[in-house]
């Protein structure tokens, strides 16, 4: 028998861990299945949301009453006429008719959905509830049918289109392509998934291998291994950040089959894929992001005594991780060297620059290096006090773990 | 690796061990214990529930490391190159668990590497303890689908996988029914071939009686005395174990109040 390099024992624990992982359940579901149903699901109920929503509108039925000020009582009619005008009611099932106002408060009670008053002279008054959506679809219903109406007098008494008597025409185009604008929105949500998936992914992996040894009496068997307890707590580690690594590419093929397909079904003019290029500059940033997300839950993890205990604490302190990443989705926020240095924020806004990026010279490859840099280094520092803080030998979790997962920790506590 | 049938196996002098509780304050598990153990023999540490009984092990198997005192695995200190020590005992307790997601050959696989078997010797010794032990009919079943007595026997290959010339039990009995204790008793008398050591702990005086060539007896922290059983017997005038443990126990407890 020959003694085990350390690098190789760190290897066959993490593969150890590995297997023993993806077996479970829970573990499977979370890192494999869940980020490649969730996108197509997500954007699924959406579309189906708003094809709902957009039904059940065009089909609601409201009321509207039109009320003559002193005076105009012919204006009044020819208002009614010009909502009435050319009104489909399969499309457009509004009843607009003559009132005196005394029918209630709009949306009250028998009160119209909206109420237009006509004084004698001057604009009308379209009254609405922003509060009810009802109140809000009849006044949309007015405002269109009256701003065509409004349209077609002007034409009829000028005998020439509204349009010409305009000195400058105009109408906005959008040059973005397709795929831009598909980056684009997809470069919003994407930092903030990938993050969030990579934190859901080294969840479970780090309660298993630190409070769940503890709890299934194999933290001492994993001990008497013939190999330096840094083999054995890197391995460990090592198998968190690949289960989490795993867990974050599923949720990039996930997020961009379902964009691919399922944004141009939104619109013909967004479109969205994710070449090889972009993958691999995304790489070391996920990377570095997934070693720092891996330590630092196993570090965290490692102070409580029971998978319960270890779920309560990582649940309450894994949105510190997720909460930062929120920045990639805040206008305004550019990638420069300060903010490339801050934990989570630069990696998340790098990921939004290079989804965006058209080309390299898009990127700003200095800031990009210190996200990169400073995650590694932060990294490896919590691989460093991971491993210190899994030798230690402690015959309860510290207090701060019991104060902070309560419940859990009192029932935890051995 | 020992190369006398009869030099120290184990040796602890001035062995300490303090816990800092955060309720209890600091507890002394060890207060400066001596003990030798010898190749070729049968030790049992005979000692109630909170003796300090499991320290002691623990830290001979390094898992859990002394305060003060040193303690010396086949020539080798647990403090100095715990790795070594490692590779040179087998430890198993009741509370050692087996990972639950992996096979009994998985396990042992596992296990072999680390302790960096080759691979053919690997195998071929992993087919002789699953022939050994009969672990052949549930060696493809998780363990966590193993009645205790099939995880014991797997357990008990794992410690013995690399065939240990010290053999570190602790209550390797406790929570077995009569035929898995029975087989544990079988299994410990199997290691009595005059090379190896086995130190093993235990509160049940009849298999002390039964397995032990010399006995310990543990305390509060402190060896109250070592012998034979004859040597213990004549050294209380007790006849009987039992007696022979509580006038030792009398003994300290006078010793204290005093």
């Excluded at chain 1, 993806?22 to 579309?47: E, K, N, S």
């Excluded at chain 1, 867990?247 to 619109?267: D, F, P």
């Excluded at chain 1, 990582?314 to 934990?343: K, N």
Aim: neutral net charge.
């Amino acid at each position: 028998m020959s003694r085990i390099g350390t690098f190789r024992a760190a290897l066959v624990v993490a593969a150890k861990e590995l297997r023993s992982a993806f077996r479970d359940r829970q573990t499977r579901t979370y890192t494999l299945l869940m980020p490649l149903v969730m996108y197509p699901a997500m954007f699924w109920i959406a579309l189906q949301a708003s094809a709902l929503v957009r039904g059940l509108e065009s089909a609601r039925a409201v009321r509207v009453e039109v009320v003559a000020g002193a005076g105009a009582d012919a204006r009044a009619h020819s208002v009614v006429e010009a909502l009435e005008q050319g009104r489909d009611p399969s499309t457009d099932p509004t009843e607009y008719r003559l009132g005196d106002g005394s029918s209630g408060a709009v949306a009250r009670g028998d009160g119209p959905d909206a109420r237009v008053r006509v004084p004698g002279d001057g604009p009308l008054e379209v009254e609405y509830d922003a509060s009810r959506t009802g109140s809000i679809l009849a006044s949309e219903r007015v405002a269109a049918r009256l701003g065509d109406a409004v349209e077609t007098r002007r034409e009829e008494r000028l005998g020439a289109p509204v349009a010409a008597l305009a000195p400058w025409e105009f109408e906005r185009r959008d040059v973005a392509a397709p795929e831009q604008l598909g980056a684009f929105v997809v470069s919003v949500m994407l930092p903030l998934m990938l993050i969030a998936m990579a934190t859901m992914g080294a969840f479970f992996p780090a309660v298993d291998v630190t409070a769940g040894e503890k709890e299934r009496r194999t933290q001492e068997t994993t001990l008497l291994a013939p190999v330096p307890r840094a083999a054995i707590f890197g391995g460990q580690i090592a198998s968190v950040a690949v289960a989490s690594a795993a867990a974050t590419a599923m949720n990039l093929v996930g997020m961009t089959i379902a964009a691919n397909h399922l944004l141009g079904m939104l619109s013909s003019d967004v479109s969205f894929s994710l070449p090889i290029s972009k993958v691999l500059m995304l790489a070391p940033l996920v990377f570095a992001t997934v070693l720092f997300l891996a330590a630092a839950l196993t570090a965290m993890a490692s102070f409580t005594d029971t998978f319960k205990q270890g779920q309560s604490l990582l649940g309450a302190v894994q949105t510190l991780f997720i909460l930062p990443a929120m920045a990639s989705t805040l206008p305004g926020i550019e990638l420069t060297y300060g903010l490339a240095a801050v934990p989570i924020v630069g990696t998340s806004v790098a990921m939004r620059d290079v989804v965006r990026a058209d080309s390299l010279s898009d990127l700003a490859l200095g800031p990009m290096l210190v996200s990169i840099l400073s995650m590694a280094l932060l990294g490896a520092v919590a691989t460093a006090l991971a491993v210190r803080a899994m030798q230690r030998e402690r015959t309860t979790a510290p207090r701060w773990v019991l104060k902070l997962t309560g419940r859990a920790g009192k029932a935890g506590k051995s | 690796m020992n190369d006398t049938t009869h030099g120290a196996a184990v040796v602890t002098r001035g062995l300490e061990k303090s816990y800092a509780h955060p309720v209890e304050g600091e507890v002394r598990a060890l207060r400066g214990l001596d003990l030798e153990c010898r190749f070729g023999e049968i030790f049992g540490l005979l000692g109630p529930n909170g003796a300090g009984k499991s320290t002691t092990l623990r830290i001979l198997a390094t898992t859990l490391r002394p305060t003060r005192g040193t303690a010396v695995v086949d020539g080798v200190d647990v403090t100095v190159d715990p790795q070594e020590v490692r590779r040179r005992i087998g430890f198993l307790s009741a509370t050692t668990g087996l990972y639950p997601r992996l096979d009994a050959r998985e396990t042992l696989r596992y296990f072999g590497t680390l302790h960096g078997l080759e691979k053919r010797a690997l195998e071929d010794r992993i087919e002789e303890l699953v022939e050994s032990f009969s672990i052949g009919p549930f060696a493809k079943q998780r363990c966590e689908q193993l009645s205790s007595g099939q995880k014991q026997r797997v357990n008990i290959a794992r410690a013995v996988l690399h065939d240990p010339d010290v053999l570190i039990l602790d209550e390797p009995t406790t929570g077995l029914d009569i035929l898995g204790t029975s087989e544990m008793i079988d299994f410990i008398q199997s290691r009595r071939d005059g090379r190896r050591c086995v130190l093993f702990s235990t509160h049940v005086l009849s298999e002390a009686e039964r397995l032990c060539d010399r006995i310990g007896i543990i305390y509060g922290g402190d060896l109250l005395g070592v012998g034979t059983l004859d040597e213990l017997r004549a050294e209380t005038g007790a006849q009987w174990l039992e007696d022979v443990f509580r006038e030792y126990v009398r003994r300290a407890r006078e010793k204290t109040t005093a």
